[in-house]
C-alpha cells in the first residue's frame, strides 16, 4: 500500500488531493482510494509555501508525487518521470505559459529539496494534442514576423484521453469520437481512431468554447477595436477576456454553465448561445472524421451533460442523412482520480 | 413609360477592382470589366480585362491603388465608350454605425464618409477614396452606396452575440454583422431557381471564394442565418492576406509584443496573414495551388485554407439539419476545381458526393457537379454582384423619389 500526492496548479494556488494505491492489485486504477484529507495551498511567498509543503508532505509520507502540467510545447508528448534533466525544458516553456510553468517548477524544488529521493511525475494536459495534424496545428500567420511559437494544443487532453479510453471499452466499434469536456472554460475535440483531428482550443484555453467567465472564439478585429477605441491596456482586455466575458457577461450576472442547466427558463438566451457554439463545434468535429460513433462528456459540469446530449443528438440526427444516432458516454470522474489511475498503469508498466 | 437609366456598378474587393454598366431596370449588361491584381504580392502584375459583348481587352498597366484604378477605367471608358453613366452605385462593405441601410452619397457629410473608414479597414478606405475621386471628376453625377451586411440581418440573436461584457457590445456596436451579403443572395436565389426550389423553402451553404475574401454562409429559408466573417472580414475562414479566425490571446501578445501598437498588429492581421503570411511567397491561393506539389510549405498552406472552409461547411451542414444545396462562387470558387473537389471530399456521412469529372468540365453557370447519388446537390453559381447591386440601386433611386420612377428618372437626367 502506497499514497500518492497529486497537485493541480492553479495560477495563484495549487490543490492536492491524496490516494491510497495497492500496488499488488491486479488493476490498482480501480482500487485507488482518495482520502479525505485535500485542500489548496496558496502560493503566498516562497518561505510560507515551503513550510506547508513540508508540513504536508512530512503528514502524508507519499510514494510519488504527481502534478499537472497546463502545457508541456511539442517537447512533452506523454507522461513524464521528472529528473533534474528536465528542467531547462520546463523553464523553456515558461514563455509560453507565463502562469502555470513558474508554479510547476517551484513546486517541484520545494519537492526536491524537502524529499530529495521521491518521484515526481508530471501529467501534461497539451500531451493528448502533441501529433495533431498540422493543418489543424497552425495558424494563419506569418512567424517570422512575429518570432512566437503559436500553434494549437488542446488544454483538457488528460480529461480526453481518459474520455476516449472509456467509450472505446465501452463502444468497441467507436472510432469517430466526439469528446466534450465540460470545465469552466469548456472544450470540445473530434478524436479518430484514438488520435485527436481538431481541438477547439487554441494557442491557449480562450479560443473556442464561451466559458462560464471566458469569452471564447471572437472577431480579432474586436481586440484591435477594444485598444484603438476604448484605449484599453492588454492587462484590462485579458482580464475582461478571461473574468468578465463568457456565459456571466451574456447572463449580465456571474453564472457557470451548471447554473444555466439548471435554470434554463431564467437563462433561456445564455443557453441557446452556448449550444449554438457546441453544435457548430460537434459539425467541424464530424467533418474532420467524416462520421460520429460517439460522444462522451467529461469534466466538471459532467452532470448537466445529460440534458446537452438530448439537445446535441436530435440535432446531429437531423443532418446526418439517415445515420444511426452516436452512443453517449459519461466520464464522471474528476481530475484527480484520472491522474491517480494513469500512475498506477505507470507503476505496473514502467515504474 | 419608364426611361432606362444606365447605373455604373464599382465593386472594390481586397485585391480587385470590378465594374460593370448595367441598364435598368431591363438589367442588360452594356460592358464591364475588373482591375486584378491592385497593389498586391503577386507573382503576376496588374491588368485590366475590360470587355463589350464578350469581347476582351486587356490592359497591363502598373496600379498601386483603388484611385489610380478608378482613373484608369474611367480613362477607358472616357476614350473608348460612348455610353456615360447616370448613377454610379457602389458596394459598401460595412456601414453599420454610420450607416444603416443602402443609400444615396449625396445624404452623407465628408465626416461620415471619413468615419466609415475605420469599420472594415480593409476595405471601406478604398470605397471611400473612389467615392470623393468621383466626386471631384463628376460633381453632378448621384452615387449610391449599397451594403454588403443587409442581407445578414436575420442572424439570429444568438448567433451573432458575442460572449462579451454587454455595456461594451453596446457602447462599440460589437455583433456579428457578416459580409458578403450581396454575392451570397445573388447566387442563393439563382441557386434555388435552377434547383426549382423555392427561395422560402431553400436551404443552402453557400461558399463565396474570393481571389481576397472568402466567407461561408448559412441559408436557411433563404434567409442569412450565420457567416463566417464577424464584427470585421477579418473573422472567419484563411483569406489572401487576412488570418480568419484566431485565438484572441495571440492577438494580445502581439500587441504587447507591439509595445501596444495596434495599428501595426491589424496591419500584420489585415495585409500579412492568411495565405501569404503561411505560405512567404504568394497571396494568391491559385499561385499556391501550382507550387504545391513541389514545395512543401506551399502545400501545408493549402491543407490549412482547405481544412478551415472543411470545418465550416461541416459546421452549418449540422446547423441546417436538412441542406439542399452546396454553392461555389466568385474567383476561386468559380474556377478551381481542385478547391471544390478537396473540400467535398470524405463528407460521405452527409451524403455529399461529388462528380470529378463534371467538376473538370464546368463551363457555364449555374452548372451541377454533384454525383447522381448525392444527396446535396453542389453547385457552381456565378456571382453577379454588380447586377445585385444595380437592382438594389434601382430601387433605393425609386424609393428615395416621392414622384414616379419616369419624373425621378428624368431630374436625374436633367
Known amino acids: 500500500m502506497k499514497k500518492l500526492l497529486v497537485f493541480i496548479p492553479e495560477n495563484i494556488y495549487v490543490k492536492y488531493f491524496v490516494f491510497i494505491v495497492q500496488i499488488e492489485d491486479e488493476n490498482p486504477g480501480e482500487t485507488c482510494q482518495q482520502l479525505l484529507n485535500q485542500g489548496k495551498i496558496i502560493f503566498r511567498g516562497p518561505l510560507n509555501t515551503e513550510n506547508e509543503i513540508k508540513n504536508l508532505i512530512t503528514e502524508i509520507n507519499p510514494a510519488a508525487v504527481a502534478i499537472r502540467v497546463l502545457y508541456g510545447g511539442d517537447q512533452f508528448k506523454d507522461v513524464l518521470v521528472y529528473d533534474k534533466t528536465y528542467l531547462d525544458s520546463l523553464i523553456e516553456l515558461t514563455r509560453q505559459s507565463p502562469l502555470n510553468i513558474p508554479v510547476v517548477i517551484k513546486l517541484i524544488q520545494m519537492i526536491e529539496n524537502i524529499v530529495p529521493e521521491i518521484k515526481i511525475i508530471l501529467f501534461f494536459e497539451t500531451a493528448f494534442f502533441v501529433d495533431l495534424p498540422l493543418r489543424e496545428r497552425i495558424y494563419a500567420l506569418d512567424s517570422s514576423i512575429l518570432n512566437m511559437d503559436l500553434k494549437r494544443y488542446g488544454y483538457n487532453g488528460i480529461y480526453h484521453k481518459a474520455a476516449v479510453e472509456k467509450t472505446m471499452t465501452e463502444n468497441k466499434a467507436a472510432k469517430k469520437i466526439i469528446s466534450i469536456c465540460l470545465e469552466p472554460i469548456p472544450e470540445i475535440t473530434a478524436v479518430l481512431n484514438g488520435k485527436p483531428v481538431m481541438v477547439s482550443s487554441g494557442s491557449t484555453p480562450l479560443e473556442g468554447l464561451p466559458g462560464d467567465t471566458t469569452s471564447g472564439e471572437i472577431d480579432p478585429g474586436i481586440l484591435i477595436t477594444l485598444q484603438e477605441k476604448k484605449e484599453l491596456s492588454v492587462e484590462t482586455i485579458n482580464n475582461i477576456l478571461t473574468r468578465q466575458s463568457g456565459l456571466s457577461a451574456i447572463a449580465g450576472e456571474k453564472v457557470t454553465i451548471e447554473d444555466v442547466f439548471n435554470n434554463e427558463d431564467k437563462y433561456k438566451i445564455v443557453l441557446n448561445v452556448f449550444i449554438y457554439h457546441l453544435l457548430l463545434n460537434c459539425g467541424a468535429a464530424i467533418a474532420a472524421m467524416n462520421g460520429l460513433d460517439a460522444i462522451v462528456f467529461s469534466g466538471k459540469y459532467v452532470d448537466t451533460a445529460y440534458i446537452l446530449a438530448h439537445k446535441l443528438k436530435a440535432k446531429i440526427s437531423e443532418s446526418g442523412a439517415g445515420k444511426e444516432s452516436p452512443s453517449e458516454h459519461y466520464l464522471t470522474e474528476g481530475l484527480e482520480k484520472i491522474i491517480a489511475k494513469d500512475y498506477c498503469k505507470l507503476i505496473k508498466t514502467k515504474l | ?414
Open chain 2, 1 to 414: 413609360m419608364v426611361k432606362d437609366i444606365n447605373i455604373f456598378v464599382i465593386n472594390c474587393g481586397s485585391s480587385s477592382l470590378k465594374y460593370k454598366m448595367i441598364t435598368m431596370p431591363s438589367g442588360k449588361e452594356l460592358f464591364g470589366g475588373e482591375v486584378q491584381r491592385i497593389g498586391s504580392n503577386t507573382s503576376e502584375p496588374s491588368q485590366i480585362i475590360h470587355e463589350v459583348n464578350g469581347e476582351k481587352e486587356v490592359f497591363l498597366i502598373t496600379i498601386r491603388n483603388y484611385i489610380e484604378a478608378f482613373k484608369e477605367v474611367m480613362n477607358i471608358l472616357e476614350d473608348s465608350m460612348d455610353v456615360m453613366p447616370d448613377i454610379i452605385a457602389h458596394r459598401l462593405v460595412k456601414g453599420e454605425p454610420v450607416i444603416k441601410q443602402d443609400t444615396l452619397v449625396d445624404k452623407l457629410t465628408v465626416s461620415s464618409l471619413d468615419k466609415l473608414k475605420e469599420l472594415a479597414p480593409i476595405h471601406n478606405p478604398p470605397i471611400v477614396e473612389v467615392i470623393k475621386s468621383c466626386m471631384s471628376r463628376y460633381p453632378s453625377l448621384p452615387q449610391a452606396v449599397v451594403l454588403d451586411t443587409t442581407f445578414h440581418s436575420t442572424i439570429p440573436d444568438y448567433a451573432s452575440a458575442y460572449a462579451l461584457p454587454k455595456k461594451l457590445c453596446e457602447d462599440l456596436g460589437i455583433k456579428k454583422y457578416g459580409f458578403h451579403g450581396i454575392s451570397h443572395k445573388y447566387v442563393s436565389e439563382e441557386a434555388a431557381k435552377y434547383l426549382n426550389i423555392p427561395i422560402e423553402s431553400f436551404n443552402a451553404i453557400s461558399c463565396h471564394l474570393g481571389s481576397g475574401g472568402a466567407s461561408l454562409c448559412a441559408i436557411n429559408n433563404g434567409r442569412s442565418i450565420d457567416n463566417t466573417m464577424g464584427f470585421t472580414p477579418l473573422q472567419g475562414l484563411v483569406m489572401s492576406t487576412r488570418s480568419g479566425n484566431l485565438d484572441p490571446a495571440i492577438i494580445l501578445r502581439m500587441v504587447a509584443y507591439s509595445e501596444g501598437n495596434s495599428s501595426k498588429v491589424n496591419n500584420i492581421l489585415n495585409k500579412r496573414s492568411g495565405i501569404l503570411g503561411l505560405s512567404g511567397s504568394s497571396s494568391d491561393i491559385r499561385d499556391i495551388i501550382a507550387d504545391a506539389e513541389n514545395n512543401s510549405r506551399a502545400q501545408a498552406t493549402l491543407d490549412v485554407y482547405l481544412w478551415r472552409i472543411k470545418k465550416y461547411l461541416g459546421e452549418y451542414l449540422i446547423l441546417l439539419g436538412r441542406t439542399d444545396s452546396i454553392i461555389f462562387t466568385d474567383t476561386v470558387g468559380e474556377t478551381m476545381p481542385l478547391v471544390r473537389e478537396q473540400v467535398c471530399k470524405d463528407l460521405e456521412y452527409w451524403g455529399i458526393k461529388l462528380d470529378k469529372i463534371k467538376n473538370k468540365k464546368v463551363k457555364t453557370y449555374p452548372s451541377d457537379i454533384s454525383d447522381s447519388k448525392s444527396t446535396i446537390r453542389i453547385l457552381v453559381v456565378k456571382t453577379n454582384e454588380e447586377l445585385s447591386i444595380a437592382r438594389s440601386a434601382y430601387n433605393l433611386i425609386r424609393l428615395n423619389f416621392k414622384k414616379t420612377t419616369d419624373e425621378k428618372i428624368t431630374s436625374i437626367h436633367t
